[in-house]
């Protein structure tokens, strides 16, 4: 899972967001007690934890490095799922990535400093680490593994480059080159992508040839989960459904009102389940506090909560889950651990007007009347024009209730009524969704 550097700049407001009343009036400092386990590293020179990766349930991996020439850094290992970290090995280099591709095999990227670019592998658990010959450059920025043989290696020297070897480094390919820069690579089967700060690329012949995405920058973290859909983060969280060719934000906290900075990594489960962080939440007294993003249905509806803010988290920009439900997310020096899914509470996110194919003038998703409501009440909305229409409700966990329509309409204006006969009471969401997309979501109340 890639897990990579969040310094990218400020994303700008892409998404309003509305809070139910409920949630502005409860208590930040209060809010997510019980499901997240505070746990810390050892002391490191100061030295941060750049990227990080769990073989399993107990067995993690972790780098140090900040980009910089002139440190010594650090590989780290937890053998009893994060709550002791022991330094394994010490180098004269900024490290930059760890990958591993199955509990024992393992690779560290990193460069600078005496000898410039620097990847090293080990067969035994972090135990010995051999070095591996690797093309000239002062640093190795990003690699992708795909087996032991199939190595990707991103790198800068006069220019920036992308390299390929099929013998496990014993010799390279050059397969792109640019003055541009080259931030992160993503390599999936035959297709990948290369992204900096102002350019998306995509090869879909194993980096022979390489065709810039238009209107798209790069990405901090990327996965896919068929060739055709995935996800990728930078100064939003979106998705593509044709395989990178197009993107669509999705509904998430970004920089903002109170929020600041944007999703830095994330964690696929399965085809539809992502833990991310990155987002903070800004107090009144100017403490930053890191923010979690929840999706069980493929960031169709996002939650979000805020863990314990007494253990002080900042940015979480590292990341990983091997189940739904346990997973650890880390920041500079501390992180966060579940084995329950989080928090029990978790906010959703609303939406006043997703970024998507529709303007303004061709629906209009009217609010519930009555609202609160018990036991039922009426949704409306008005259509421009022809299109596939589903209107979907959801409870407050993001789980699909009902589907009230599903059928396509031509223009005009519509009615439909939703019964909470059988429901409990408490906040629930609707959302309309034209030709595939969804265009709006507003909350409604049950009281019993």
């Known amino acids: 899972m890639n897990k990579i550097s969040f310094y990218k700049k400020l994303t700008s407001g892409i998404f309003y967001f509305s809070i139910l009343l409920f949630i502005i009036a409860f208590n930040f400092s209060d809010n997510g007690k019980g499901g997240w386990q505070l746990q810390t590293l050892p002391f490191l020179n100061d030295r941060y934890l750049r990227d990080m990766t769990f073989t399993d349930s107990l067995t993690g991996y972790g780098i140090t490095g900040d980009g910089?020439?002139?440190?010594?850094?650090?590989?780290?290992?937890?053998?009893?799922?994060?709550?002791?970290?022991n330094i394994i090995f010490s180098v004269y280099r900024d490290l930059s990535r760890v990958i591993f591709i199955n509990g024992l095999t393992g690779f560290v990227s990193g460069g600078f400093n005496a000898s410039g670019g620097y990847l090293i592998k080990t067969n035994d658990g972090g135990n010995s680490w051999i070095q591996i010959n690797t093309p000239e450059a002062l640093r190795i920025n990003d690699m992708s593994i795909i087996s032991e043989d199939s190595l990707w290696i991103t790198s800068n020297f006069f220019t920036y480059s992308l390299f390929s070897s099929s013998n496990g480094g014993v010799s390279w390919d050059l397969k792109y080159t640019t003055g541009s820069g080259i931030d992160n690579i993503f390599i999936y089967k035959n297709f990948g992508f290369l992204g900096n700060q102002n350019e998306l690329l995509k090869t879909t012949n194993y980096g022979n040839n390489w065709t810039l995405i238009p209107g798209q920058n790069?990405?901090?973290?990327?996965?896919?989960?068929?060739?055709l859909k995935g996800w990728k983060c930078y100064d939003s969280m979106k998705m593509t459904t044709d395989g990178g060719n197009t993107w669509k934000s999705q509904n998430i906290l970004n920089s903002g009102s109170s929020m600041s900075r944007s999703i830095a990594t994330f964690s696929n489960i399965g085809r539809d389940t992502i833990w991310a962080g990155g987002v903070i939440y800004e107090f009144p007294n100017l403490e930053h506090r890191g923010v979690v993003h929840f999706t069980t249905n493929g960031g169709l509806n996002w939650f979000y909560q805020i863990p314990d803010t007494s253990y002080q988290l900042g940015v979480l920009y590292n990341s990983n889950f091997y189940n739904s439900k346990a997973g650890w997310f880390?920041?500079?020096?501390?992180?966060?651990?579940?084995?329950t899914g989080g928090d029990s509470i978790f906010n959703p996110i609303l939406s006043i007007g997703n970024e998507n194919n529709f303007i303004s003038d061709q629906f209009h998703l009217h609010?519930?009347?009555?609202?609160?409501?018990?036991?039922?009440?009426?949704?409306?909305?008005?259509?421009?024009?022809?299109?596939?229409?589903?209107?979907?409700?959801?409870?407050?966990?993001?789980?699909?209730?009902?589907?009230?329509?599903?059928?396509?309409?031509?223009?005009?204006?519509?009615?439909?009524d939703f019964s909470g006969s059988g429901l409990s009471s408490g906040v629930y969401f609707y959302s309309l969704f034209i030709d595939g997309e969804r265009v709006d979501t507003k909350k409604m109340m049950l009281i019993r």
């Open 367 to 416: 609010q519930n009347y009555p609202n609160p409501f018990n036991p039922s009440t009426r949704i409306s909305y008005e259509l421009n024009q022809r299109g596939k229409v589903l209107l979907k409700v959801f409870n407050s966990l993001g789980k699909e209730i009902v589907t009230l329509v599903d059928q396509t309409q031509t223009s005009g204006n519509y009615k439909v």
């Open 330 to 339: 880390y920041s500079a020096s501390k992180g966060i651990q579940t084995n």
């Open 68 to 85: 910089t020439v002139g440190d010594t850094n650090y590989i780290l290992k937890t053998t009893n799922s994060g709550n002791n970290w």
């Open 218 to 227: 790069g990405f901090n973290d990327m996965n896919f989960i068929d060739s």
